[in-house]
């Protein structure tokens, strides 16, 4: 999880700086971990969760 909030971060620096090339980049890789986690572990109760964010993930793609 701390791999997202890495991602999340760079993600953020790289709206505020307009690059959005690295910011659509940045949304990739934290989709790829989402999908790995749902995909891995499974098992996990958290995991059931994940689909919520699929909205706001989408929209921000979207923005971007």
């Known amino acids: 999880m701390i791999n997202i909030q890495i991602h999340h971060a760079k993600l953020w620096l ?3 700086n307009k690059n959005w090339k690295l910011a659509d980049f940045e949304m990739n890789e934290i989709k790829e971990n989402l999908e790995g986690i749902q995909k891995y572990c499974s098992d996990r109760i ?7 964010i699929n909205l ?3 929209s921000l793609s979207n923005s971007i």
Do not use: D, L, P, V
């Not at 958290?46 to 919520?52: L, R, Y």
């Open 46 to 52: 958290e995991t059931k969760s994940i689909g919520m």
């Open 14 to 16: 790289s709206g505020e």
């Open 56 to 58: 706001s993930m989408n």
